[in-house]
Nanobody, 117 residues
């Protein structure tokens, strides 16, 4: 059973920076996609950033140029650096893992990010 544990959320002022981290424990398939999603109050969960095992990335239009996803395959971690944060970035951020072997992705428990002055 794969487990994902996020850290790094918190309260930050608009224009500020936060860095989220997710540690994966368990057996990983060598072909996979790790990433971050978020859910704001009253809204559906949305993709923020993904990176596959080949290094290709995909970002939501709303975060392009501000957020950067990275992963360390040796340490089974994925990080999200968030710069120039805006109030609309507020939400619970979840890391995810998916592979061709699964019907559904695995999810972490989520970490709260609040952007407010």
């Amino acid at each position: 059973q794969l487990q994902l544990v996020e850290s790094g959320g918190g309260l930050v002022q608009p224009g500020g920076t936060l860095r989220l981290a997710c540690v994966y424990s368990g057996s990983l398939w060598h072909i996979n996609t790790m990433g971050w999603h978020r859910q704001a109050p009253g809204k559906q969960r949305e993709m923020v950033a993904l990176m596959n095992s080949g290094g290709a990335t995909n970002y939501a239009d709303s975060v392009k140029g501000r957020f950067t996803i990275s992963r360390d395959n040796a340490k089974n971690t994925v990080e999200l650096e968030m710069n120039n944060l805006k109030p609309d970035d507020t939400g619970v951020y979840f890391c995810s893992y998916n592979s061709p072997l699964q019907m559904e992705p695995y999810w972490g428990q989520g970490t709260q990010v609040t952007v407010s002055s």
